[in-house]
């Protein structure tokens, strides 16, 4: 399959099943391969894209619509914030917030960012154990209205988190009548 995500006219990306991602510039010369690429949100977008997320052996970076490499494929994960912003997970505990010429608007433990207003962004964490938002704001140059008691508990729990999906789920016996199902 082809296809040509929106604003990149000049390049031509075929897909090999859900495991390979080959870009070929419009002369018909590889450019680049990824394991995926994000480029289209869940959500409505009011703006023109300006990033594309894209994954390279299970790492993710940043490339602009020419698909020039913004932020290198070094990330362990990544989450759309808008066409011009990607939240780029450092490890468990850390993110950074990116704008599309790659600069690192602010780092903290935080799993997600939203603009608020005015270079401002609404920031936290989503505690799936107490069902729990914690969070604040951060301006552009990394003051927050978070205390460090506050920042502390968003990497405990982001850590907590993160740990918890990498254990093996626990077996579970079921016995009904003569067989045993695991």
Sequence with gaps: YDFNPEGSASHLVFVRGDTA???FDNTGHLISTYDDIDWYPDCDVSEPLSLFAVCRNGLWGLVDTAWREVAPCTYKG???VDGRHWLMMLDEGTSCLFDEQGQVLFKGPYSYAYPFCDGI???GIYDCANN????GYVDAYGQTTLSRKDLKEMERILTECAKKEKELPVETTVCEADETIH
């Design 78 to 80: 990544v989450d759309f």
């Design 21 to 23: 991602y080959f870009l």
């Design 132 to 135: 729990n938002v914690l969070g």
């Design 121 to 123: 962004w609404r920031v």
